[in-house]
């Protein structure tokens, strides 16, 4: 079946350093992919959408690309703030199946000062 | 401007007692509606999705049902409530089928005693 790893439960950084979440996958077919952002007492929000064309999503200085070789949809972002701090999901999602976005475990990103 | 509410914000329930869960979504016709689940410190857990009005299938079982009465209403809900339903319960909605970006709703937290 379609399932989506993240391997960092929790990511704790300095203010200014480089974020890096990691995002694998595994999916029969050509899925799109997704990273959430969870604030504290808020509900999920999309913060990227991969691209059928290969273009690199980027929402409020992150980014992440598909590498397909690799099944990976890593979110990076060149320097952290503290308002980074928040849970973050992967999720795929398989065109045509209309119904299913299947999320990994989320990574709680702390960003310290 | 589409607009999801859920109702209540929270609750706290005894074991045992029945529970019924809201979701409005203005200002999207026939969108895709969901439920999902998400345990303290867990992940996002699909529930039930509905693609239209009088039709929800269900994803997990978890002694919980969904009812879409209208076409901007999805109700969760149970007769008997156990101690692992508690958590914070996400009604979410998406348009485009192909990729499913979903919008939260703002979530009800519920704890079971």
């Known amino acids: 079946g379609d399932s989506v790893t993240q391997t960092e439960g929790l990511v704790t950084l300095t203010e200014g350093l480089p974020v890096m979440l990691n995002c694998t996958y595994q999916?029969?077919?050509?899925?799109?992919l997704f990273w959430y952002v969870q604030h504290l007492n808020e509900a999920p929000k999309l913060l990227l959408k991969s691209f059928t064309d290969n273009k690199r999503p980027e929402h409020q200085g992150f980014h992440a690309t598909l590498h397909k070789s690799s099944s990976s949809f890593h979110l990076q972002k060149s320097s952290a703030q503290l308002s980074d701090s928040a849970l973050y999901y992967c999720?795929?999602?398989?065109?045509?199946?209309?119904?299913?976005?299947?999320f990994g475990k989320g990574a709680k990103l702390t960003v310290s000062p | 401007a589409q607009t999801i509410h859920q109702w209540p914000v929270a609750e706290i329930k005894a074991v045992g007692s029945p529970l019924s869960l809201g979701c409005t979504i203005k200002g999207k016709s026939s969108p895709n509606l969901y439920w999902y689940w998400q345990a303290t410190g867990g992940t996002l857990q699909q529930l039930f999705y509905?693609?239209?009005?009088?039709?929800v299938e269900s994803v997990v079982q978890l002694n919980l049902s969904a009812s879409r009465p209208k076409d901007d209403q999805f109700i969760l809900s149970t007769e008997k409530l156990l101690l692992s339903h508690s958590g914070f319960y996400l009604c979410?909605?998406?348009?485009?089928?192909?990729?499913?970006?979903?919008?939260f709703g703002s979530g009800t937290r519920l704890t079971v005693l």
């Open positions: 979410a909605w998406s348009l485009d089928r192909s990729a499913e970006t979903l919008y």
């Open positions: 509905s693609i239209t009005v009088g039709q």
């Open positions: 999720a795929l999602s398989v065109q045509g199946t209309g119904s299913k976005l299947s």
């Open positions: 999916s029969t077919y050509s899925p799109f």
